[in-house]
């Protein structure tokens, strides 16, 4: 019997019209979708929240941090696309997870701010014109992620030099990067398989 295809999020932490990490989780979820996987690629401009505060959410939850928490939870796996701000990762990014995080008081279902974290399978991916990549937005999400009891793959990849690094289409140029991000893109699929997959 065939399993039925796992579903993935993939989503970039910048809104961007041009952004190198919107292009990058294009290319991800293709790859996802390739796997078998069955994916969401969600684009963070549609569920436009204010800055977190703790005021502002006591007047109520906004709907569209209800609805990303509904996203996050629903996908066991997902490949996230950070961007590098000032060696840190955006504050598009962490807000949002500061929001999808906060425990919505007196709701039975989302009484847990950890609910659509935990045990999520995560693979990190960034993309900057930079020669680094990204990378050191990484190294702060992992911890971040790992506080939120997700899953992060060891597989990482930062694609550098980004400008020059995809074709009009779209598609990496480069074959060696086409294969890094295919990596942390199969890992994560693989190993939310292997977490949902009933002893």
Not at 118 to 136: M, N, T
Not at 169 to 192: D, F, H, K, P, Y
């Amino acid at each position: 019997m065939n399993a039925s295809p796992l579903p993935v999020l993939v989503f970039a932490g910048s809104t961007r019209a041009q952004s190198h990490n919107r292009k990058l989780a294009r290319v991800a979820a293709d790859m996802a979708r390739a796997a078998g996987a069955q994916v969401t690629l969600l684009e963070l401009a549609e569920h436009e929240l204010p800055l977190y505060n703790a005021d502002l959410e006591a007047r109520g939850t906004p709907a569209a941090a209800r609805r990303l928490k509904e996203i996050f939870h629903a996908h066991p796996a997902w490949i996230v696309c950070s961007p590098e701000y000032n060696g840190s990762y955006t504050g598009l990014l962490k807000n949002t997870i500061d929001w999808v995080s906060s425990p919505i008081k007196g709701d039975p279902e989302w009484s847990s701010g950890t609910k659509p974290f935990a045990g999520k399978v995560v693979g990190l991916l960034s993309a900057s014109p930079g020669a680094l990549g990204g990378l050191r937005s990484l190294s702060h999400l992992t911890p971040l992620l790992l506080n939120l009891q997700c899953w992060v793959t060891p597989k990482q990849f930062a694609l550098s030099k980004a400008a020059e690094a995809f074709d009009d289409n779209g598609q990496l140029v480069s074959t060696t990067a086409q294969a890094s991000v295919q990596g942390v893109v199969e890992q994560a699929i693989r190993a939310a398989r292997k977490l949902n997959t009933p002893d």
